[in-house]
């Protein structure tokens, strides 16, 4: 069988957006545009084997086009921030746009992955397969490019991401996805009551402009320390410098033991719902965002999100690794191609 997909549009340009329908035998399904690579629904069985739709997002594809939130969306080809918003590469510095602060953040709000429509080149029952293209320094970066996402919905019911990037000179690469989760339901509230466990005893430090400092520092004794389980708002409002500089949480934390293989680097659970959401990536770190700014309106069923009312574990290497020498490499090109694979699986407890 193919996949199930609807039309949800077309943009001023005329271009056609589409919504794909992935599922596999279990009940579990994944909805994906072609518009930004956007996750937009994630339905995963509760403990009483109700769906549960565990991604935050809109209904249409309208909303992405104008959000600043980056619901669901891929993000590259550069994902998080950049200082100064350059960096160097065999001597030459390239430069990208200033769009936060003096900084880089998410590549570009205009032709950044998440606001572009994606080829289509393979599709399934449970699986497609997106694509997209950059000519040589298209918004800053050297090389022609050529990237691809596949989408996966598992049978031991995993939403499975897999990246690939090539290109004919050096550059640099570092993808993710931006999905914000609530395993109660995407409209259900405040994330403080989710149960959180991470595969990470360090991680890297930020500055007021939430660029790391390059210092890798222990989580140890600081309310960044989820090596042993706890939940989300417990420590969220502690008196410490890290948390004040960002409203919260959104630090970008290093897997122990990364060493290229698929490794679980976190593990999510939910009271109400029973959902337990455990995360791995062959990628050295994750960005533990608790959506401090969040902010839309218009989302599904018409309602509006505030402030912590979803989380993302984003997969990546550290923010700003192109300019840290001691942070893992990100330059990828005619030698090296960009592989990486991250998976979100549901279970109940």
């Not at 939403?159 to 550059?171: A, K």
């Not at 934390?253 to 679980?264: E, H, K």
């Not at 923010?319 to 893992?328: C, D, K, L, Q």
Request: proline fraction near 5%; include cysteine.
């Amino acid at each position: 069988m193919g996949v199930m997909k609807e039309a949800l549009g077309k943009l001023p340009d005329g271009s056609e957006v589409w919504a794909y329908h992935l599922k596999n035998t279990h009940g579990v399904e994944a909805v994906i545009l072609n518009y930004g690579g956007v996750i937009r629904n994630l339905f995963v069985p509760d403990r009483d084997g109700k769906p549960v739709d565990v991604a935050l997002g809109y209904d249409g594809y309208e909303g992405y086009t104008g959000a600043s939130c980056f619901l669901g969306a891929a993000i590259g080809p550069a994902a998080n921030r950049v200082a100064k918003a350059q960096y160097v590469i065999d001597g030459v510095t390239y430069h990208l746009p200033v769009n936060e602060n003096d900084n880089n953040l998410h590549t570009d709000d205009k032709l950044g992955f998440h606001r572009r429509v994606w080829a289509v080149t393979e599709e399934a029952e449970n699986r497609i397969t997106l694509r997209t293209e950059d000519a040589d320094g298209a918004i800053g970066f050297p090389g022609n490019r050529v990237f691809t996402i596949t989408y996966t919905v598992t049978e031991d019911n995993a939403l499975e991401l897999r990246y690939h990037g090539t290109s004919d000179r050096r550059t640099y690469m570092n993808i993710t996805n931006h999905s914000y989760f609530h395993l109660a339901g995407e409209a259900a509230g405040y994330i403080g009551d989710h149960v959180a466990q991470f595969m990470a005893s360090k991680y890297t430090p930020v500055r007021a402009d939430s660029v790391p400092t390059g210092e890798i520092a222990d989580v140890s004794g600081t309310a960044l320390d989820f090596t042993t389980a706890k939940p989300m708002g417990r420590d969220i409002e502690a008196d410490e410098e890290q948390l004040h500089l960002v409203s919260g949480y959104d630090h970008n934390f290093c897997i122990d033991g990364a060493d290229g293989t698929l490794r679980t680097f976190a593990v999510v659970s939910h009271p109400a719902t029973g959902i337990v959401m455990t995360c791995a990536t062959d990628l050295p770190a994750f960005q533990f965002y608790s959506g401090n700014f969040l902010k839309t309106e218009g989302t599904k069923g018409g309602r509006s999100y505030k402030r912590r009312e979803g989380f993302c574990l984003e997969t990546q290497v550290p923010p700003n690794s192109i300019n840290e020498p001691a942070f893992p490499d990100c330059i990828y090109g005619p030698e090296k191609d960009y592989d990486s694979v991250t998976q979100y699986r549901f279970s109940v407890q």
